[in-house]
């Protein structure tokens, strides 16, 4: 079965790769460097220090090999081929709730790269999946737990 492709922008390709290259040059010798400490200390058999390290170790070769395969599958939204005539991967979209009046700018990036705290959705959540495809003036209803949220796509851009 084919790997599943990572759909990124191009800041999300390159805070990957920054990751990825902190993870190999910084905190694996970081680790190694505890290990070794960790292991001149005696008996490792009940050296919760040793126990630490290798527990620390293991999930930085996980993330690193969940990073490299992100790389490895990677497709790249060019942000040239971004529509402002709809809502895309890529889009920075502004939204108004129409039940509060209050007014949302998220930017429609890959699952990988979702962070609601930087106001980037991905388009597999729920008002991710609602909007895409949608012109600017498209009224959009998403079915959250709490009930029905319903949007106006106000303005659609290119992500800066």
Known sequence: MAEKQTILTSDGLKKIEQKLDFLKSVRRREVAERIKQAIEYGDISENSE??????????????????????????????GEISTDVVTLGSTVTLKDLEDSEIFEYTIVGSAEADPMEWKISNESPVGEAILGQPVGSVIEVNVPAGVLKYEVMDIKRHN
């Open 50 to 79: 040793y126990e630490d390290a290798k527990n620390e170790q293991a999930f930085i070769e996980g993330e690193i090999i969940t990073l490299e395969k992100m790389l490895r599958t990677a497709k790249v939204i060019d942000e």
